[in-house]
């Protein structure tokens, strides 16, 4: 009994070492997801130069999805290892499948080799240092919960920036081999460090660490979050891996094509800090559904009419900047609507559904492609139409948190505003007095509130 009230008072740093914390994560991202977003300048070299015979441009497209796919699909696996041996355990696994993965890569000579290694095997290390760091930055704050979530998601397009030019250059200079084995040993030494530095706060808060929790999918709440979650990955995965491909087929030479890339990167190293500094005071789950609103919005507008470099270089960076916006609040709203003891359950389920859209978003978008007789425009208006999709089913979700709160603070007997959203729900035998009225769900759509 003492040690549940010791859980239920225990209160994150909101700073001080947990900036430490956030910071390590940042770099993990950028040596994880920012490695794996320099698969454009990869699948360049494979199309131009013919390395693996008999490979199809399907084929390469499978490549980068699989890596993301593979990425999610170990996560219940990774929340297990979290929960058997701690989240440095499941951080080093990571460390050495990526390394492995990379220097395997060097040595491929054939496609299915490709598949098993920058696929497959780099995309099970990044799934373990994900799934291991992901809930790092929830655990060590609360105000500043969002804000220390777009700094830490901020490192993967910064990465990408910084991997997407260091690879060609190395491509270039001196092999497609040296450059995986060189990348390779970049990111063991890195992630290794981080790995020994990171620490979590599972046992401070009771963290339920079940790799499938199925009562979970009995709340409407989740399935909207899962609804949100696929679309945005429906739209991302297009916009992460289309853009220099589209840059050539409007004209534009290949090199314009990888620096269109590179500037979408920076676009997201540049735009999920703001997006989550604002969060927490605009609230995280009206400031992700507006932000993929206008990643659809972008798509639609300006992208349909891309076809000048300036333009283009335009929309990478303005669509770079809300594109990733799941990425940069998946965290903090999960936290938000689920709670933090179901946390890491959720957020396993989560990723194991992704599997699908990250694995086939890219290729149904060629083949959209190959419908259109080489024109993106259905392939855009997919992205565009996905990524409001997305926010709509977000904005449902809001809707519900809205009377959650107004139910706890009736049972409660406070203001709305006093209720902590994180923590466990309240029953009204555990309430003070009976819910009075609450607003109209259609009203709650409609109504200001920061959630």
Known sequence: MKEQEEKKVDEPPDGGIGWLMIACCSILNAHTWGMNSAYGV????????????????????????????????????????????????????????????????????????????????????????????????????TTKRSLANGVSAAGSGLGGLVYSLAAQAMIRNISLAWAFRILGIIACVVNTCCAIIIRDRNKQIG???????????????????????????????????????????????????SIIGAVFNLGQGLGRPPIGYFSDSFGRVNMAASMTFLAGFFSLVVWMFATSFGVLVFFAVIGGCVAGTFWAIVGPVWTEIMGLVDLPSSLSITWLVLVLPTTFSEPIALELVSFNNGSYTGAIFFTGFMYIGAAGFLWLVRAWKIGQVERQAALLHVSPTSVDPTAPAVSAEDGKGPVGQLTPFLRRLVKWERV
Request: net charge positive; aromatic share 16%.
């Open 42 to 141: 990869f699948l360049a070299f494979y199309l131009a130069n013919n390395v693996f015979p008999g490979a199809t441009r399907l084929h390469y497209a499978f490549v980068g999805g699989l890596s993301i796919a593979q990425a999610l699909i170990v996560s219940p696996i990774a929340t297990m290892t979290t929960r058997l041996y701690g989240t440095r355990t499941t951080l080093l696994i990571g460390v050495f499948l990526q390394t492995i993965s990379l220097i395997g890569a060097s040595f491929a000579k054939s496609i299915w080799q490709l598949f098993l290694s920058q696929g497959v095997c780099f995309g099970w290390g990044m799934g373990f240092l994900f799934v291991g760091s992901v809930v790092i930055a929830p655990q060590w704050f």
């Open 207 to 257: 963290s339920s660490q079940l790799s499938f929790d199925y009562r979970l999918f009995k709340k409407l709440e989740f399935l909207g979050l899962l609804a949100f979650g696929i679309l945005s990955m429906l739209g991302y995965i297009v916009l992460l891996f289309s853009l220099p491909n589209y840059a050539r087929t409007v004209g534009m030479t290949a090199q314009q094509g």
